[in-house]
DNA sequence: TTAGGTAGTCTCG
DNA sequence: CGAGACTACCTAA
C-alpha cells in the first residue's frame, strides 16, 4: 500500500458511478481540496472528518442528485505551474460543454498534446471536469486510461451532464 | 491513413 | 544538466 491508505483520507462516499471504483475519497489540507480519488467499493466509508471535508461532500452529493451544480470550494491540487493553468482555465468550462483539447490548448497558448498531458495527472477529477475534454475525433481518456472503466465513468459523466 | 509538428514531463546517464 | 522517449493530440496531404 503506497502513498496514502484510507485512513488518510476526510471522507468516503458512495457515488452513482459505474463500475468497481464507485466511491470517492477526499483528500483536504488547509480547508481546500486537495485530492479527489476513485476507490473500491470494498473501502470503508468514512464520515466528513471536519466542515469543510463535509461541504465537500454535500457539494459532490448535490451534483450527483442534480447534475447542474456549481462547485465552490477552494482547491490546492500539487502540481506544476502549467498544469495548475490547465486545471484552473478548465474549471471555466460551464456544465454541459465539451471542449477539445486543442481548443484548451488555444485558450492558455499551449499544444494538444501537453493539455491531455496535464488533464491526466488531474488530481481532483469531476470538480476540476476534465471529463469535459475529448479529443477532436474521439473522447480522449480519463484518469490515464483509453479505455475500461475509466472511461465508462467518463462517459457517465458526460451523459448525467447532458441530461439537464 | 500516416507523417510530421507540437509542448510538457519523465527517465536515464 | 542533456538527450531521447513518451503522451488522454491535431492538421495537412
Redesign the pocket.
Known amino acids: 500500500m503506497s502513498g496514502r491508505d484510507y485512513q488518510g483520507y476526510d471522507a468516503v462516499i458512495k457515488s452513482p458511478l459505474p463500475g468497481r471504483d464507485n466511491r470517492l475519497a477526499i483528500v483536504t489540507q488547509d480547508d481546500k481540496l486537495q485530492k479527489l480519488l476513485f476507490v473500491s467499493h470494498s473501502t470503508k466509508l468514512k464520515q466528513a472528518k471536519s466542515s469543510f471535508a463535509k461541504s465537500v461532500v454535500e457539494q459532490l452529493e448535490a451534483y450527483f442528485s442534480e447534475s447542474d451544480i456549481k462547485f465552490t470550494l477552494s482547491l490546492g491540487p500539487d ?5 495548475k493553468r490547465v486545471w484552473n482555465r478548465l474549471r471555466k468550462c460551464p456544465i454541459g460543454k465539451v471542449w ?4 484548451l ?1 488555444r485558450q492558455i497558448h ?13 488530481p481532483i ?1 469531476i470538480v476540476v471536469p ?2 469535459r ?6 473522447m ?7 479505455s475500461g472503466m475509466y472511461m465508462s465513468i ?1 462517459q457517465w459523466l458526460l451523459q448525467h451532464e447532458s441530461a439537464i
Open positions: 502540481g506544476t505551474e502549467y498544469q477539445t483539447y486543442g481548443e490548448a499551449s499544444a494538444p498534446r501537453a493539455v491531455g498531458n496535464a488533464c491526466r495527472r488531474n477529477p476534465c471529463h475534454v475529448v479529443s477532436a475525433n474521439g480522449g481518456g480519463y484518469a490515464g486510461q483509453t467518463k
